[in-house]
């Protein structure tokens, strides 16, 4: 039986400038990666069909906690989707610092 991993690259998790950036501290960062590791998982429909895919995220953070998904770079519609549901599941504490602002990510989805 294969097994999926999910490697969230925490070091590809930035910061995208926008009209008023202030600094993210780091605890507000490690909450938003743990969530987002917590929460985004290949699709079962998916587990026999990718072994490796890389895709890059890019999503805002809402005053209301509200995770909104910018764009999913990935050839893949059913992964688009998925992803995009998935983040968009999430609920963060509204008192973040890190809400209004525009992040990027990289998602390694692995099935070994």
């Known amino acids: 039986m294969k097994k999926f991993i999910l490697l969230v690259l925490l070091a590809a998790f930035s910061m995208i400038a926008n009209a008023n950036p202030t600094p993210v501290s780091t605890s507000s960062n490690e909450i938003l990666v743990q969530a987002i590791r ?10 026999n069909s990718i072994t490796h895919e890389r895709v890059l995220v890019v999503f805002t953070v809402t005053t209301q906690g509200e995770i909104k998904v910018v764009s999913v770079g990935s050839p893949n519609a059913v992964l688009r989707k998925s992803i995009t549901q998935q983040m968009q599941s999430i609920a963060l504490n509204n008192n973040l610092s890190n809400s209004e602002k ?11």
């Open 38 to 47: 917590k929460a985004v998982k290949l699709p079962e429909e998916l587990k």
């Open 102 to 112: 525009t992040y990027s990510i990289w998602l390694d989805f692995k099935v070994i």
